[in-house]
């Protein structure tokens, strides 16, 4: 016994159940590692502020580190032998990569799942107009934003434009130091009597979303919109592209500002897009990193999670079970539908999504016993879903008792918890879609404080916790 302990004191340690300040209880090399880490993760969600962009870097990542495309692998017929390392990109908005295990596909593969889309503005079909001379874009918010963050804040675009002859166009504009920026405009507080009486929600509207673009008029006294038009040339000239083309374009609005360290110790990563690429960054990190598995480690990267997982880039869409399937029939003489079926009933998967950290300026909508909070680890979350746990995902204890043990055996700090109070709202991730196959799935991942602003905060300690335990989990759960 410790002299410097009571009986009571070395009782209380042993049953009672404890989250700890992972900065307190890291070593100093880790400690280390958590800042470098974050470097990359954070020069990263500067070059992949959309779900195309991060689907992009995401196989420049995979080539670099030996991945070979699945379907040239399945074109050429070739065998995928133990240690081979794959990928497949699907409609350059989702990516799927694995690590062929020692193991038969029919005891099951170990799956960490994420999403690379983002809450964020999006420009309307035919958005351009001109009025008291400027031009304006509508446009159509995409996922749960709170409206007036978005408003008066530098903004750049990106996306692709597919022009009538099929030719496409990459556009980035605001990101360089050297180019524009855009913004939505506000209200000032002088007129603003009538707005500030407005619940928060209806204070800035949807179609009240409209970004600044232009102020200069054409020089042709015979035309009308003579602002737009110039805003128009300008385009023609720099991409080649008419108004027309608008129509076949995807083109999105994020914040123009770059990942920041928070905090006079650095100790925080500020961000657009946390929600979920400090999950994806982690798990593609940790497939890249996984090697000698025993089960085949697959990591999947969707699209569309913000808006419901929907659509063929989606994670319910067939894309997981499809790329199993390849994956079996590649690597195995004995592929059959009975056996993939039993592969998806033996395997497990972390869906790697982020939870709402408490924030002490708003600690009313959280259960603090069950809450997450920063600086404390990774995030177990056993159910999702809203209010009632309707439209989510509850895992089975064994799963969960198994990834404790798996953390606890590997030093992996964790702490558990839900999104917030029963009845204040609540949330699903992908984790739904995988258990819909069959499998086994758990949320866990990263706190973050302000979620779904245009600035995330998450801990640099926490990130990379996170990505330790995805890498476990990876390789020996």
Request: negative net charge.
């Amino acid at each position: 016994m410790d002299e410097n302990k009571t009986q009571g004191q070395l009782l209380q340690e042993k049953l009672t159940y404890k989250i700890h300040n992972a900065w307190e209880k890291s070593s100093d090399d880790d400690k280390g590692k958590a800042f470098e880490f974050c470097e990359g993760y954070k020069d990263f969600l500067n070059r992949a502020k959309t779900e195309r962009e991060f689907a992009y870097e995401v196989e420049q990542l995979a080539i670099q580190n030996g991945f070979i495309s699945l379907d040239e692998a399945i074109k050429s017929n070739k065998r995928l032998m133990q240690g081979d390392k794959v990928y497949l990109v699907n409609r350059k908005k989702s990516v799927l990569l694995a690590v062929i295990g020692s193991k038969p596909m029919e005891d099951g593969v170990n799956i960490v799942g994420a999403h690379i889309d983002s809450p964020r503005i999006d420009l309307k079909q035919n958005p351009i107009y001109e009025d008291t001379g400027m031009v304006l874009f509508k446009t159509h918010y995409y996922g749960g934003i709170k409206k007036y963050q978005w408003v008066t804040i530098p903004l750049a675009l990106h996306g692709v434009i597919i022009k009538n002859d099929g030719q496409l166009v990459n556009v980035v504009v605001g990101e360089d130091e050297t180019d524009p920026v855009f913004t939505i405009t506000d209200l000032l507080p002088h007129l603003a009597t009538d707005q500030m009486q407005k619940k928060m929600s209806e204070g800035i509207t949807g179609e009240g979303l409209n970004l600044l673009f232009g102020s200069i008029p054409y020089n042709d006294d015979k035309v009308k919109d003579k602002v737009k038009l110039n805003i128009l040339n300008l385009l023609n000239q720099k991409y080649g592209i008419i108004e027309e083309d608008f129509i076949s374009a995807e083109l999105e609005i994020v914040p123009a500002f770059k990942a920041k360290d928070v905090g006079f110790d650095r100790g925080l990563v500020g961000a657009y897009g946390q929600d979920d690429r400090v999950c994806a960054y982690a798990a593609l990190k940790a497939i890249v990193d996984t090697a000698d598995a025993e089960k085949t480690a697959i990591c999947i990267l969707t699209d569309k999670e913000e808006i419901g997982s929907m659509g063929n880039t989606g994670a319910e869409s067939n894309l997981l079970e499809n790329f199993i399937a390849y994956l079996y029939a590649q690597s195995s003489d004995d592929y059959n539908e009975i056996k993939l079926r039993r592969c998806f009933g033996n395997s497990r998967m972390l869906s790697a999504d982020v939870n709402a950290a408490v924030d002490p300026n708003f600690e009313g909508v959280q259960d603090k016993r069950n809450a997450s909070f920063i600086g404390k680890g990774l995030v177990i979350q056993k159910y999702t879903g809203v209010r009632g746990k309707a439209g989510g995902s509850d895992a089975n204890a064994e799963f969960v008792a198994e990834l404790r043990r798996l953390l606890n055996e590997n030093g992996i700090l964790w702490h558990t918890a839900e999104l917030g109070k029963v009845d204040q709202g609540g949330g699903g991730t992908i984790a739904l879609y995988a258990a819909n196959l069959g499998m086994d799935v758990v949320d866990c991942g990263v706190a973050v404080l302000s979620m779904h602003s245009p600035f995330e905060i998450t801990s640099k300690i926490d990130i990379y916790i996170n990505f330790k335990a995805y890498k476990v989990f990876l390789q020996k759960a």
